[in-house]
């Protein structure tokens, strides 16, 4: 068997981007079908495609790293600044939609009201659920922090608690966000308030979400495993991807929840 | 009674069973599967499951984009209207 003379990683043929890229366009040309013809399926079999390419690439990622040894430092160097570097798009991602908050909530229309809220919009009391939800997430930041030194002291059973009780507190912060979201006396259709609002706020919903998943995927590695305690980029990823999720809110409860109410 | 003692012990066994279960560690032995030297690529490396799970995929995206070529240039021509 050849082997090589240098220490990165070169990867197998794959067939993934390619089914990735085909679940993009089903996903996207699926939406204007479903707006224009109300027909869910195209939309549909490009999640379904989207699905099968996320399981089965990381899942190869996971053998090459774990089973194969391909995750050398500089291997590893690579995959942190890939995962820094989207994490930074995340941010300007986010960026945008405070903008749009800001540029709507510090100038208020005479459409509006002249004042920020505006006429007519009941805000949520930032010192009840709100206040809670960043508690929530706050803690578990605390815990995904212990859950690393955990990993990193070879403490096993600690680690997988501190993972478990990091994930439980994302699903108590995601379940009392749908509360939230269904008791609300406004809607995404209530003018520029309720279009920043949920928009804003759902996205970063659906970051816990996301969040809360690698989490998971990482708690099942490490019950099965696979991290070392010098060893664990995959959780490190998981456990930065989670720590923005929470800033995110902070500034959201911030700008949105106290000074906007 | 003794029957109350009966139910306990066997609690007892059931709940100590439950604990004993642990995962076993598998790394070692996927790691000699996977470093096996078979030409197999990474995504069918894993087995006949790998293959089933690629081979269903590959039939959704080559249906996935006959679906939406036929759908674009269906909605590319004037709709009848009722």
Partial sequence: ?261 | GRRHTAVQQMARRSICSSARRQVENKVPQKQKMFQEDNGMPIHLKGGSSDALLYRATMVLTVLGVGFTLYELVKASFPQKKD
């Avoid at chain 1, 490009?46 to 990622?61: A, E, H, S, V």
């Avoid at chain 1, 009941?122 to 955990?150: D, I, Q, R």
């Avoid at chain 1, 949105?256 to 109410?261: F, H």
């Fill in chain 1, 1 to 261: 068997m050849a082997h090589q003379a240098h220490a990165y990683h070169m990867v197998d043929p794959s067939p993934w981007p390619l089914t990735g890229a085909v679940a993009a366009l089903l996903m996207t040309s699926g939406l204007a079908i479903w707006m224009h013809f109300h027909n869910m399926t195209l939309m549909s079999l490009g999640l379904i495609l989207l699905l099968l390419t996320m399981y089965q690439w990381w899942r190869d990622i996971i053998r090459e790293g774990t089973f194969q040894g391909h995750h050398t430092p500089p291997v590893q160097k690579g995959l942190r600044y890939g995962m820094i570097l989207f994490i930074t798009s995340e941010v300007f991602f986010f960026l945008g939609f405070f903008w749009a908050f800001y540029h709507s909530s510090l100038a208020p229309t005479p459409e509006l009201g002249g004042c920020w809220p505006p006429i007519g919009i009941t805000t949520l009391n930032p010192f009840e659920v709100p206040l809670l939800n960043t508690a929530v997430l706050l803690a578990s930041g605390v815990t995904v922090t212990w859950a690393h030194h955990s990993i990193m002291e070879g403490q096993r059973k600690q680690a997988i608690q501190s993972l478990t009780l990091t994930i439980l507190l994302g699903f108590y912060f995601t379940a009392l966000q749908a509360m939230e979201y269904y008791e609300a006396p406004f809607t995404i259709a209530d003018g520029v308030y309720g279009s920043t609002f949920f928009v804003a706020t759902g996205f970063h919903g659906l970051h816990v979400i996301i969040g809360s998943t690698f989490l998971a995927v990482c708690l099942l590695r490490q019950a099965q495993y696979h991290f070392t305690s010098d060893h664990h980029f995959g959780f490190e990823a998981a456990a930065w991807y989670w720590h923005f999720v929470d800033v995110v809110w902070l500034f959201l409860y911030i700008s949105i929840y106290w000074w906007g109410s």
